[in-house]
């Protein structure tokens, strides 16, 4: 059973950064595609960005320019190095991982931005 332990939420004001992490449990992560996604109160979990095996990024509109994501193969961890942040952006960000056709999700961590 693989593990995933997300950290790096927590309360920030509007135009600070905060840096995700999603650890893996196993070694699996190395062949695998990581998602991060989030869900604010109310409404349906969404995907925010993607990492693939060979390294492609994906970002949805919302974020691009102020998200980053990137992973360290050694470590079995992804990041997501968010910037600028916005209220909207308040949500429990959770991380996830697909290989060979088996998902798996993270914990979630909350993120709360204020005005």
């Known amino acids: 059973q693989v593990r995933l332990m997300e950290s790096g939420g927590g309360l920030v004001q509007a135009g600070e950064s905060l840096r995700l992490s999603c650890t893996s449990s196993?070694?699996?992560?190395?062949?695998?595609?990581l998602g991060w996604y989030r869900q604010a109160p109310g409404k349906q979990r969404e995907l925010v960005s993607y990492?693939?095996?060979?390294?492609?990024?994906h970002y949805e509109d919302s974020v691009k320019g102020r998200f980053t994501i990137s992973r360290d193969n050694a470590k079995r961890t992804v990041y997501l190095q968010i910037n600028s942040l916005k209220p909207e952006d308040t949500a429990v960000y959770y991380c996830?991982?697909?290989?060979?056709?088996?998902?798996?999700w993270g914990q979630g961590t909350q993120v709360t931005v204020s005005s």
């Open positions: 996830k991982l697909d290989s060979y056709g088996i998902t798996y």
């Open positions: 196993e070694t699996i992560f190395s062949i695998a595609d």
């Open positions: 990492i693939t095996i060979d390294g492609s990024t």
